[in-house]
């Protein structure tokens, strides 16, 4: 059961980068061991949040993109929730969107070569356009 | 006005069509009046031309509605931190529905506020 997750998050504002980088291996180094794999790991930097968390206005946003099942997520929420620094998660399985969004670009892709077809063609009247959805 | 007359009269005979019949029509009353680019309604006291809204994801085609795209989402809510209704902004049911659940997500990850501005 693959799926693949987004997992981001926000540590305190004070955090120094070597403390971030030791939390985000730590956090990379569960991955493995409960069957996942880590796609990727982006810092967005500091951030001012919308409304206070834990009497923080500004956070250092951290997005991770994690592949696996629910026990995955499962670990990883657990490790979060202890982690003191980390003032707030969110967690939002995307590949069936990704799916989703893959399906509408190749339909859309599709009907640009059926529209480019007959428009070059256009000239040599019908017959040639009725020929071009049938190679397509 | 005429139909709004006759519309209980043919339904009437039918049984039981009857009282849900007018509960109905009242959300699509304000409707046709202010209809997309529809003709102003007499005696609405209308006088403008409602430009015809048309759905931004849908024209841009936008079709990855993201919680992370804050910027966008932000479009969609009003100073108060109100998901703006559709029959302002004219986006479409579809759209609609991932827009709002993008917005809240993005609420729930403070990058947009509950209520309020964001300062």
Do not use: W
């Not at chain 1, 968390?53 to 951290?62: A, E, H, L, S």
């Not at chain 2, 659940?101 to 990850?109: L, P, S």
């Amino acid at each position: 059961m693959n799926r693949t997750y987004e997992l981001m998050f926000i540590v305190r504002p004070d955090m120094t980068d070597e403390d971030l980088d030791k939390l985000i291996s730590t956090l990379q180094s569960a991955v493995p061991a409960t069957g996942g794999t880590v796609k990727s790991v982006e810092k967005m930097g500091k951030r001012r949040l919308a409304y206070a968390v834990r009497r923080f206005y500004d956070g250092i946003y951290v997005l991770m993109v994690v592949e696996g099942g629910g026990a995955v997520i499962h670990e990883l929420e657990r490790r979060l929730r202890v982690t003191e620094p980390v003032i707030k998660f969110l967690t939002v399985r995307v590949d069936e969107e990704q799916k989703r969004l893959d399906k509408i670009k190749k339909l859309r892709e599709s009907r640009k070569k059926m529209s480019a077809q007959p428009a070059a063609a256009a000239a040599e009247e019908a017959a040639p356009a009725a020929e071009a959805p049938a190679s397509a | 006005m005429a139909d709004e007359t006759k519309a209980p009269e043919q339904s009437a005979p039918r049984s039981e069509s009857g009282p849900g019949r007018p509960g109905g029509d009242r959300p699509r009353f304000g409707g046709p009046g202010r209809g997309p680019g529809g003709p102003p309604r007499e005696g609405g006291g209308r006088k403008f031309f409602r430009r015809k809204k048309v759905c931004k994801f849908c024209t841009e085609k936008i079709e990855d509605i993201n919680y992370k795209d804050y910027r966008l989402l932000g479009q969609f809510v009003a100073e108060s931190g109100k998901i703006v209704p559709r029959r302002l902004t004219g986006v479409c049911a579809p759209h609609q529905h991932r827009l709002s659940a993008a917005i809240k997500q993005a609420r729930n990850i403070a990058l947009l506020p509950f209520a309020g501005r964001a300062s």
